[in-house]
């Protein structure tokens, strides 16, 4: 991964506290969209968006890709690395 990459993946999670988040509810357990939802207070069309952008990213996979309608999510190691870096760099 370049330098350019890396930087790409911190700043789509710098800028939105809610995709950080979706990571942060993915640490524990894999998830389907509507329990993240409630874990991070948002609804889910907006959870889907940020599952579809993380991803694109490599940052979370799907793992029942074939289930239409009850989808589980799981945080990848990537993921993982991108959610402690952006937690230690840029938390408040």
């Known amino acids: 991964m370049t330098k350019k ?3 790409s993946i911190i700043s789509l999670l710098a800028r939105s506290k809610k995709r950080v988040k979706v990571l942060k509810s993915l640490e524990k357990e894999d998830k389907i969209p509507s329990k993240i939802s ?3 207070n948002d ?3 907006h959870v889907s968006k940020y599952l579809k ?3 694109e990213s490599e940052l979370v ?3 029942n890709e ?3 309608r009850y989808r589980f999510y799981s945080i990848t190691d990537k993921g993982k690395y991108y959610l ?3 937690e230690d760099d ?3």
């Open 5 to 7: 990459d890396d930087m």
């Open 38 to 40: 409630k874990d991070i």
């Open 43 to 45: 609804n889910s069309n």
């Open 53 to 55: 952008t993380l991803k």
């Open 61 to 63: 996979e799907c793992l």
């Open 66 to 68: 074939d289930d239409k």
């Open 84 to 86: 402690k870096k952006v």
């Open 90 to 92: 840029y938390s408040d």
